[in-house]
C-alpha cells in the first residue's frame, strides 16, 4: 500500500444565542441544556469564533479591496439580527499577537441577498495593506477565522491544487 491521504474537514453544530445584550470579554455564563446540565461559558473575543463574520478564507493582495460581511441564517428561525452592530466598531487583529493592526466602523448594506436572506452588514479594510496573517474581530459576536494579507495569499489556493489528485477543469 501506497502513502493515504487525509481530508481535513471542519465538522460542528454552530448554536446561535439571543442574549439581552452582548457579553463583555471575559464574561462569565452559565447555559443550562434542555437535560438539566449546566455548561459554563467565558466569552474571550480572541477565541470564540463566529461564523457571522464572514471573511474571505484565502485572503487579500496588499492592494486589493478588502470587505468582510456580518451576518447568518439560522435554519428554524431566519435571517440572525445583526442591525445593533451597525456603526458599532470592528477591529483587523494580527492572528498570532492579538495586537490591532486597523479599526473601523460597521456599515448596514442597502440590499439584503436573495439567495441566503440573511440581513447583511459590511466591513471596509482596504487600507490594511501591509503583510500578515489577521483576523478580523467585533465586539460582542466574536472573530472570524485567519486570512493573509499580502502575495502569500494567492499562492495558497495553486499549492493546494496542485497537490490535489483532482486536475484543474
Do not use: C
Request: glycine fraction near 12%; hydrophobic fraction near 40%; proline fraction near 10%.
Amino acid at each position: 500500500r501506497g502513502p493515504q491521504r487525509t481530508l481535513v474537514a471542519d465538522v460542528g453544530l454552530v448554536t446561535y444565542l439571543r442574549l439581552p445584550r452582548a457579553l463583555a470579554p471575559g464574561e462569565r455564563v452559565a447555559l443550562r441544556d434542555p437535560w438539566g446540565y449546566e455548561h459554563p461559558v467565558t466569552f474571550d473575543l480572541d477565541a470564540t469564533l463566529s461564523w457571522a463574520v464572514k471573511v474571505n478564507q484565502i485572503g487579500f493582495a496588499g492592494d486589493a479591496p478588502k470587505r468582510a460581511w456580518l451576518g447568518a441564517w439560522v435554519p428554524g428561525v431566519g435571517p440572525l439580527d445583526t442591525a445593533r452592530y451597525d456603526h458599532g466598531p470592528f477591529e483587523v487583529v494580527d492572528a498570532q499577537t492579538g495586537a490591532v493592526a486597523l479599526r473601523g466602523t460597521i456599515e448596514p448594506t442597502a440590499s439584503l441577498p436573495a439567495e441566503t436572506g440573511e440581513r447583511l452588514s459590511v466591513m471596509d479594510f482596504s487600507a490594511l495593506r501591509a503583510p500578515g496573517r489577521y483576523a478580523l474581530r467585533v465586539p460582542g459576536v466574536g472573530r472570524s477565522r485567519p486570512f493573509v494579507v499580502g502575495t502569500a495569499a494567492l499562492g495558497e489556493p495553486f499549492v493546494g491544487q496542485r497537490e490535489s489528485p483532482e486536475p484543474i477543469r
